[in-house]
Nanobody, 115 residues
C-alpha cells in the first residue's frame, strides 16, 4: 500500500524553472522504481522520467537536458527539477511508483508555462 502526493506545480514563464515534489507513504518507497508522467490537454499520458531505487535515471527525449529526476529515500520523496521550461511542457504531472503488488499514482499537480 503506497500513497503519493504531488506538489510544486504552478504558473511560470517560458525559460523559467519549477521543482515538483512527490511525498510517498511507507518504507516501500526506498526499494521501488519511481517515475514522473505528464498529461497535456487532449493528449495521452506520457512518461517524462524514471529513477530506480539506486538512482539510475532515464529521460524522455523531449525533456532530456532540461529536467532532472531525483529521490531522497530518507525522506520518502521524489523530485522533478524542471529548467528551461517551454509552453509545450504545460500538463498535469503525476508521480508513479511500481511494485510487484501494485502500480501507484498521485493526484497530479498542474504545471502551466506561458510564452
Amino acid at each position: 500500500q503506497v500513497q503519493l502526493v504531488e506538489s510544486g506545480g504552478g504558473l511560470v514563464q517560458a525559460g523559467g524553472s519549477l521543482r515538483l515534489s512527490c511525498a510517498a507513504s511507507g518504507s516501500i518507497f526506498s526499494i521501488i522504481p519511481m517515475a514522473w508522467y505528464r498529461q497535456a490537454p487532449g493528449k495521452q499520458r506520457e512518461l517524462v522520467a524514471t529513477i530506480t531505487s539506486g538512482g539510475s535515471t532515464v529521460y524522455a527525449r523531449s525533456v532530456k537536458g532540461r529536467f532532472t529526476i531525483s529521490r531522497d529515500n530518507a525522506k520518502n520523496t521524489l523530485y522533478l527539477q524542471m529548467n528551461s521550461l517551454e509552453p509545450q511542457d504545460t500538463a498535469v504531472y503525476y508521480c508513479n511508483g511500481d511494485s510487484a503488488i501494485g502500480n501507484y499514482w498521485g493526484q497530479g499537480t498542474q504545471v502551466t508555462v506561458s510564452s
